[in-house]
């Protein structure tokens, strides 16, 4: 039984790591509205995949950004893209290349 979320959003603070997803979560015969957080450096991952189930947009261009004293935070609505839609499991391979210096 796979596991998969209908993204509704998409949101990154510029002083913050994190990404946060919202959507409609769908496991097995349950749906509710939840989120997902990932890390910064994965967010070029999050873009590719949805720009490869909506190749007619140009996703990175539908981003919004609000200025506000502490930072900017910009935001991706997703509601009007064909597929919105991803795998849970692709979401928990989206884990960031770690470098390893000697």
């Known amino acids: 039984m796979e596991n998969y979320m209908e993204i509704k959003q998409v949101k990154i603070a510029s002083c913050e790591q994190e990404v946060i997803i919202l959507g409609q979560l769908t496991a097995g015969n349950f749906n509710y509205q939840s989120s997902v957080v990932i890390n910064v450096g994965d967010?070029?991952?999050?873009?590719?995949?949805?720009?490869?189930?909506?190749?007619?947009?140009?996703?990175?261009?539908?981003?919004?950004?609000?200025?506000?004293?502490?930072?900017?935070?910009?935001?991706?609505?997703?509601?009007?893209?064909?597929?919105?839609?991803?795998?849970?499991?692709?979401?928990?391979n989206f884990s960031s290349v770690r470098k390893i210096c000697a």
């Open 43 to 92: 967010l070029n991952r999050l873009i590719n995949h949805l720009q490869k189930l909506n190749p007619n947009h140009e996703i990175s261009a539908m981003f919004t950004s609000n200025v506000f004293p502490d930072g900017t935070e910009y935001e991706l609505n997703t509601t009007s893209l064909e597929r919105n839609t991803i795998s849970l499991f692709d979401i928990a």
